[in-house]
């Protein structure tokens, strides 16, 4: 699937910033600002750093993996394209469409969020008023041209990226009294049971919340048939994207196990959506700001409409992928004289406007299609480890030298297959109780996205006969 820059093509103008801040913003949001002090308080100080490491350690091989692949054949239907191509037509079908459905939907509690954060100014007016407004806003940057979606992203990251560099900076200062006096210092890694609570138990729960907050990294594939350069721009963003992660998770977990004890009840009470104590507001206030709660209600604000519109970018560019692979009706794969798939948008757009009617008239269904949406993200990832196995292995088995790929992955065979056992165990382990207290529902609720993918995968390949493409016949060359 060749995206070339004509009127009947989307076009390459992403440049490599964009590129780089998309892949960023995946990373920090509202689990990094809100819930990342939940993963302290369950497996306290020590237990949350070693889990946001593994996991980082665990996305940096997925994102390698998915820069070999996209640097190869940059296409926007990334890592569907490259199940269908690389393992089996059916499993490029389920994940494409699984995927597709998932940002659809969060869109819409994306969208229902933002109201909840403008109602925090303009408490006494309509939710709905406000989740409409920002999805009209959300539909018309993503309708316009692809370097307006991403120089709005570039700018929503921006905003993340400098609060978070403030936070550290000020949190650092109380810690070494530069700013309070005494010094805080490091007590509270060693306050009660701490560094570590819970035990592996504790460590493994906190292993999900670590995940889901890394979720969306996978854009980085998806931006690739549109980059201007994507040769260079994946690589780079790759980079970027494991530096910062070390950089921002690691050491904001550092500075809050620091100066917030994991026995307060805040960090878990920020978890549930509590702005006021959020780890970030109360160090901003310790350290004397005042309008502390509004500043981090505003900045969680441009997260949720960062996540909202790179999720109507990112399931508008998987089902026009999907046409142009004839998975979905071929009107899908129009666009724009401006290179916009206008019909695959539209069709976006009215998933999450028929979710977020359901959150108003149903709260059930709005349930069970949020529930639908929770792990797609790690049963992308599966998708991306098992893809880059099969196509290094086949890419050797066919006489290919190495050197005739733009961007080698790290550690192959070692990373694919340590990200596609992670990714097994954190989708297992989501609701382990529920299945102890042989509970349907909670199963249901928390698993039903694995079935769904698995029913749609086993029926394409029922009607469509598809089996596993031998090592020998997959074509590794083509397109590129």
């Known amino acids: 699937m060749q995206q070339q820059d004509t009127d009947h093509q989307v076009q390459r103008n992403l440049k490599t910033r964009h590129v780089s801040m998309i892949a960023l913003g995946g990373c920090i949001g509202t689990g990094l600002f809100m819930t990342s002090g939940s993963t302290i308080s369950q497996a306290g100080p020590g237990g949350g750093l070693i889990a946001y490491a593994a996991m980082g350690i665990m996305v940096y091989f997925l994102m390698t993996s998915l820069g070999e692949l996209a640097t ?4 926007s239907g990334s890592f569907a394209t490259y199940n269908a191509r690389y393992v089996d037509p059916a499993l490029g079908f389920a994940m494409g469409w699984n995927y597709w459905f998932n940002w659809a939907i969060t869109v819409a509690v994306d969208i229902s969020t933002a109201a909840l954060l403008i109602k925090y100014w303009l408490p006494h007016t309509p939710g709905w ?11 018309l940057i993503n309708a316009l041209t692809v370097s307006t979606f991403g120089e ?21 200062a109380m810690i070494f009294g530069i700013m309070t006096q005494p010094a805080i210092g490091l007590k509270n890694f060693t306050y009660k049971k701490a560094p570590f609570v819970g035990g592996f138990p504790a460590i493994l729960s906190v292993f999900l919340i670590a995940g889901f907050s890394f979720q969306g990294t996978e854009l980085i594939g998806v931006t690739a048939g549109e980059s201007e350069d994507p040769s260079r721009a994946v690589p780079k963003a790759i980079k970027d994207v494991f530096w910062r992660i070390l950089l921002f998770y690691i050491l904001s977990i550092f500075v809050i196990a620091a100066l917030i004890p994991y026995t307060s009840p805040n960090l878990l009470s920020a978890a549930n959506g509590n702005i006021a104590v959020s780890p970030f507001t109360l160090v901003f206030k310790r350290a004397g700001l005042a309008f502390a709660a509004g500043l981090m209600n505003a900045v969680v604000l441009t997260s949720v409409l960062s996540s909202a519109n790179s999720g109507a970018y990112a399931s508008t560019r998987m089902l026009y992928a999907l046409a142009k692979d004839n998975y979905a009706p071929k009107f899908f794969a129009k666009t724009t004289k401006q290179g916009i798939p206008l019909a695959a948008l539209i069709a976006t757009t009215v998933v999450s406007l028929i979710t977020f009617a359901t959150s108003i008239f149903g709260d059930k269904i709005y349930m069970w299609l949020v529930a639908a949406s929770g792990l797609t993200g790690f049963i992308a990832w599966i998708g991306i480890a098992l893809s880059h196995y099969r196509f290094r292995k086949a890419f050797v088995l066919q006489g290919h030298d190495l050197s005739e790929l ?3 992955a790290k550690l192959f065979p070692l990373g694919p297959i340590i990200a596609l056992i992670l990714c097994i165990v954190v989708i297992g382990g989501q609701n382990i109780e529920a299945f102890v207290k042989w509970d349907w529902q909670q199963i249901g609720v928390t698993y039903i996205s694995v079935p769904l993918v698995l ?26």
Do not use: M, Q
């Not at 190869?72 to 296409?75: A, G, I, T, W, Y």
């Not at 008023?129 to 539909?139: A, E, N, P, Q, R």
């Not at 709005?152 to 949190?171: A, C, M, N, R």
């Open 406 to 408: 733009k961007y080698h």
């Open 72 to 75: 190869n054949l940059p296409v």
């Open 152 to 172: 709005t992203e570039y700018w929503l990251s921006l905003i993340k990226v400098i609060t978070v560099i403030i936070f550290l900076v000020i949190g650092f």
């Open 455 to 480: 029913i749609l995968y086993f029926a394409y390949k029922w009607k469509n006969h598809t089996k596993i493409i031998p090592l020998k016949d997959i074509d590794v060359s083509s397109d590129r």
């Open 129 to 139: 008023i406000w989740s409409l407004l920002v999805l009209v806003v959300i539909f």
